[in-house]
């Protein structure tokens, strides 16, 4: 299944402030644009700190759209989902899946989730290529990553990024922010991740940068 990482970033790379402000860091020709990509995508992917920090819909929401929307993914170990956020409340009118390390949930079962139980890593972590296994297995065939750093770095890490769709912001919040993507534990140049930029392009202030793994 191929796999494409959406970044939202400041200049140098942070995604949000040390107290956590991120809204909003790129502009609204930039925000207008990621819909435009969900819409392109059968399923868009979080991790369970966004939903727990932003309740997102992550729907597609643009003037006159009609078409399908993408099913929502959390990667939700522990299944700390709240029955009362977006995902859950809207679970009948958008396919939303869970991807668990333990048995399902009755009550998110109840409200139209689909969970998906995968093998865990260390501290109960998914198996990310168990999870993009599964979610094939349901008949997704192109999955949008717009998790926070931690998710964003996991996927990379594991090589299954085969896009970057990175979005800057013409703004620098420094050191102390919070980075767009975690550790990668690359020990040399060599070990780094390469990726081929294949376009560029200005929306509002911002700047659109694709690339493709090499």
């Not at 868009?44 to 729907?59: F, K, Q, R, Y």
């Not at 979005?167 to 975690?182: C, N, Q, T, Y």
């Amino acid at each position: 299944m191929p796999v494409t990482l959406k970044l939202a970033t400041s200049l140098d790379g942070r995604i949000a402030t040390a107290a956590g402000e991120s809204r909003w860091i790129t502009g609204e020709d930039s925000r207008e644009a990621v819909h435009w990509l969900r819409a392109e995508h059968d399923a868009v992917l979080v991790g369970i700190e966004t939903v727990l920090a932003d309740d997102p819909e992550l729907t597609v929401r643009l003037p006159g759209y009609d078409g399908p929307q993408p099913a929502r993914v959390v990667l939700d170990s522990r299944q700390r989902l709240s029955p009362t956020c977006k995902f859950v409340r809207t679970a009948r009118e958008v396919p939303t899946y869970v991807v668990a390390t333990t048995e399902p949930d009755p009550a998110l079962v109840a409200a139209g989730v689909k969970v998906l139980t995968v093998r865990g890593l260390g501290e109960d972590r998914p198996e990310l290529k168990t999870v993009v296994e599964a979610l094939a297995g349901e008949g997704l065939s192109r999955l949008f990553v717009e998790g926070g750093g931690q998710v964003a770095a996991s996927f990379v890490r594991c090589g299954l990024v085969d896009a970057l769709e990175w979005f800057r912001a013409p703004i620098l919040i420094g050191g102390e922010g919070r980075p767009g993507l975690g550790a990668l534990a690359v020990a040399s140049l060599a070990e780094a991740p390469h990726f081929r930029r294949v376009e560029v392009r200005e929306v509002g202030l911002d700047l659109w940068e694709r690339y493709a793994r090499v």
